[in-house]
């Protein structure tokens, strides 16, 4: 257990769907991260939150769409994905947006996208 | 682009030392070198991180060359469940993009019985 829990750890959804992905951290930080993980890829960063606001988004499309409502809690919102978005969508924390700070990663949603 | 050169695979008997490798000859005066490794199927996990000094945990030991153009992360007795692929990362201490973390392929590591 690395303090940082993810929801659902499994999801499949249809091109059309809407559907939300939750991360929620309990390790006190101030810092969250959307990282995303294909298949035979690196892991890509996505979005970074720092005290509830957005510090970075590495050009990702608009069907994603990020929301950090409190600093224990962000959520990855999806709509019209593509079957190529189908993922391991990892969450992340560390005490502050910035090194030398550890991140604490979650243990992932894995997304199927039909 | 991961600034940073690792093996592709390594095998490690059970019980003795894993020493993986790392070049990042580019890094700057600013970066720090970070090791972290993904269980399967789970999400990455820290394991050390260092600037210029040799440094220990309780997980590995990291030893970074006195140019810091490359570092050695060493696990003195690798187990089964060390089995994993692990990244070293460069990442500056502070300002524009020292939040980031670009991970490469890594070395994946297999702890043999």
């Known amino acids: 257990e690395t303090g940082v829990t993810q929801t659902p750890r499994h999801l499949v959804m249809g091109m059309t769907n809407k559907k939300s992905l939750k991360c929620e951290q309990h390790l006190g930080h101030n810092a969250m991260y959307w990282y995303k993980q294909s298949a035979k890829k690196p892991l890509e960063l996505m979005f970074v939150y720092s005290l509830e606001e957005r510090v970075e988004n590495n050009s990702v499309p608009s069907r994603f769409s990020p929301e950090c409502p409190n600093s224990s809690h962000l959520f990855l919102h999806l709509h019209t994905l593509q079957p190529e978005d189908s993922a391991l969508y990892l969450c992340a924390s560390s005490q502050e947006a910035g090194g030398p700070s550890e991140q604490f990663f979650g243990p992932g949603t894995r997304l199927t996208v039909l | 682009d991961a600034k940073t050169t690792q093996p592709p695979s390594m095998d490690c008997a059970e019980g003795r030392a894993a020493n993986l490798p790392c070049n990042h000859s580019t890094i700057s005066g600013n970066e720090y070198v970070y090791w972290y490794r993904q269980i399967h199927s789970q999400g990455p996990q820290y394991i050390i991180h260092g600037l210029k000094n040799n440094e220990t945990n309780e997980m590995a030991s990291l030893i970074i060359t006195e140019d810091r153009k490359s570092s050695t992360l060493i696990l003195p007795h690798a187990t089964l469940r060390d089995t994993a692929v692990y990244y070293c990362?460069?990442?500056?201490?502070?300002?524009?993009?020292?939040?980031?973390?670009?991970f490469g392929k890594g070395t994946k590591l297999s702890v043999i019985p």
């Open positions: 990362i460069v990442s500056p201490h502070s300002g524009a993009g020292s939040y980031q973390l670009t």
